[in-house]
């Protein structure tokens, strides 16, 4: 069974400029998690897609990020514009229900200049 | 929310023998636990989970025990093997979704 995949692995991309990391879940999880570790951080949670629907955007820091799960398969999150504070590895995780074990990919880490 | 402490940064073991990892939480509702081992340049790998209703749980060289009198977590490896370095995580949530991670544990083995 393929893990969930997350893309790019690394990403640079000068403060202003737009990006959209790519997560494809574990086939058949309807549930998908957004997190992120910033520097010297814990990782945090982000958002919680059940299907393509949005449960909790709680954690999403401000309306300069976007996540979108059209479909209810794969998802995106884009950072419109990239702040430098943006820097730090993006992780998505899925799990079959929203009570079960959430599986991590290895992550976006995504530098800001 | 929920605040999740550990007790060591890091800790260094001699090859062969048995590790404890160490977690405090805050926040008595929670009701669902996870250790994570993280290597690096990759994503957090579950391990192991607890739910409340349970003070222990073992799975292959792994131990979880909860001790929620003490809100407290820990993480036994047995026979600690060199694979076994990397940082662990305990995350833990109240509502089965939304985890709230501690800072991480670098285990280092001892050859």
């Known amino acids: 069974e393929a893990g969930v995949t997350q893309f790019p692995s690394h990403s640079v991309i000068e403060k202003g400029q737009t990006v959209t990391l790519r997560c494809d879940p574990i086939s058949g999880h309807d549930n998908l998690y957004w997190y992120r570790r910033v520097m010297g951080k814990e990782i945090k949670f982000l958002l919680h897609?059940?299907?393509?629907?949005?449960?909790?955007e709680s954690g999403m820091p401000n309306n300069r990020f976007l996540a979108e799960r059209t479909g209810g398969t794969y998802s995106t999150l884009k950072v419109q514009p990239a702040e430098l504070e943006d820097s730090g590895v993006y992780f998505c995780?899925?799990?079959?229900?929203?009570?079960?074990?959430?599986?991590f990919g290895d992550g976006t880490r995504l530098s800001i200049l | 929310g929920e605040s999740v402490g550990l007790h060591l940064p890091t800790l260094s073991v001699q090859e062969g023998d048995n590790s404890i990892i160490n977690c405090a939480y805050s926040n008595s509702a929670s009701d669902y636990f996870i250790w994570y081992k993280q290597e690096s340049g990759k994503g957090p790998q579950f391990i192991i989970d607890?739910?409340?209703?349970?003070d222990k749980r073992q799975g292959q060289r792994v131990t979880v025990l909860l001790n929620k009198t003490v809100k407290h977590l820990s993480l036994q490896i047995a026979a600690t093997q060199p694979g076994d370095s990397a940082v662990y995580f305990c995350a833990l949530s109240r509502n089965d979704y939304k985890l709230s991670f501690g800072a991480g544990t670098t285990v280092t083995v001892r050859a």
């Open positions: 607890i739910r409340s209703n349970m």
């Open positions: 995780a899925s799990s079959q229900t929203d009570g079960a074990a959430q599986h």
């Open positions: 897609f059940v299907k393509e629907s949005k449960q909790d």
